[in-house]
């Protein structure tokens, strides 16, 4: 009698282990000789802005292959600590803020030339943030403050610029956040859902979420009937 053949058993595909993705790391040389505090792509990812705490911010061209330095801005007394770019409907725009108590506007007037177009100077102690609101709202901006308060300035019809304050609701009014406001960040001016439900015809409310040292994060909303911002 033959012996019976048996059936090797199927061998089971090992799926080759899958390799983290490494980043590409690149270093841009900025020029700075302090610390630098912030950076930010404008809103086409062309150009770089950066900031120190040696009193400048720099505008670099990152288009291509190059890194090339445009503008070298000064103008606070003291370190620069955010940079923030405006939407381009408004022409090439930037705010700073710095420890000397100011936010400054920039406008380019020609290529690597920016100019200052306004200061404000409303805040008693070191501005830490300064964020531009979205463009459906006119060119407008808002800045957070060591001195507690969280200001939003509103460029009008006529040029002009109106400065508004967020009030604590529970704290009386008497700043945003006790002991000092470190950042601000504006929401989306379309509601939630609006997107992709456009039946809801509703205003979208102006809300802003900030944090300070008070170890505490606030949302606050523009009231349009009262016409100021509140919190809590």
């Not at 390799?19 to 000789?33: F, R």
């Not at 009008?156 to 956040?177: A, F, N, P, Y």
Request: overall charge negative.
């Amino acid at each position: 009698m033959m012996p019976t053949m048996m059936a090797a058993a199927p061998q089971q595909m090992v799926a080759p282990e899958k390799q983290p993705e490494t980043l590409q790391k690149e270093v841009i040389e900025t020029g700075h000789t302090d610390m630098i505090h912030d950076a930010q792509w404008d809103y086409y990812g062309r150009r770089l802005a950066t900031c120190s705490s040696d009193g400048t911010t720099r505008i670099f061209d990152i288009t291509g292959g190059e890194r090339k330095l445009e503008a070298e801005i000064r103008g606070h007394d003291g370190p620069v600590w955010q940079v923030a770019w405006a939407h381009p409907r408004f022409g090439n725009i930037i705010a700073t803020c710095g420890f000397d108590h100011k936010v400054i506007l920039w406008k380019e007037a020609s290529k690597g030339t920016w100019q200052k177009v306004n200061e404000f100077a409303e805040h008693k102690a070191s501005i830490n943030a300064v964020a531009f609101g979205p463009f459906e709202y006119g060119l407008c901006f808002a800045s957070a403050s060591s001195d507690g308060f969280v200001s939003i300035c509103t460029q009008q019809k006529d040029g002009s610029w109106q400065e508004s304050r967020i009030v604590d609701q529970e704290g009386g009014g008497e700043t945003t956040h006790a002991v000092g406001a470190n950042s601000v960040s504006w929401a989306p001016s379309t509601n939630p859902g609006g997107l992709w439900n456009t039946q809801k015809g509703e205003a979208p409310v102006r809300k802003l979420v900030t944090g300070g040292c008070d170890n505490l994060v606030k949302v606050s909303s523009y009231l349009f009937v009262l016409g100021f911002w509140l919190s809590g």
